[in-house]
């Protein structure tokens, strides 16, 4: 494939990256530097495209692993235990949790959610930031049940290794 034609397949399939786009980030702005950085790495790393391939899949698979990593990176958040909500609460970095006490627990439980392999720990993440079961399949290209028992291993795990915030109260 030439530098022509795979430029033009870029340009071809622009439309879909945002939207596909636009279904990880909920966010037009963001859907927009998604698809950015998308179609300048696919520049960048044109020739490691296999030509006779699936092109489509190619580029869509450079923009999922691009959204896994920066949500890697940017997926800085405090969990407390609670009930209410599948027993936990988000509480956001920009939160302020006031008593010592409180702010050890945050620590205490954000330190094991790190250390949960990557396999539990990015689905895991992902729930609770609001993605549906079904958004983390396709992000993640894995069976919806194969989610949902990834995050029931990591919920059981933590309950497992945190017994004394089973029952916090806010």
Known sequence: MSTIEFNEALVGIQG??????QNFTKNREDARDLTQE????????RTYYTPNTNFKAWVFTIMRNIFINQYRRNSKTRM??????????MVSQRSN???PSERLAVKEITEKIENLNEEL???????FDGFK??????????????????????RKRLMDQLPDYQHLDN
Not at 39 to 44: F, G, R, S, Y
Not at 81 to 89: A, K, R, S
């Open 16 to 21: 879909n990256l945002f939207s596909f786009a």
């Open 38 to 45: 998308t179609l300048l790495k696919a520049i960048n790393y």
């Open 80 to 89: 407390i235990f609670d009930q209410g909500d599948e027993d936990f609460l």
């Open 97 to 99: 949790i006031g008593s």
């Open 121 to 127: 720990k990015v689905p895991f993440k992902m729930h």
């Open 133 to 154: 079961y079904k958004e983390i399949a396709d992000t993640m290209e894995l069976p919806i049940g194969t989610i949902k028992s990834r995050i029931f291993i990591a």
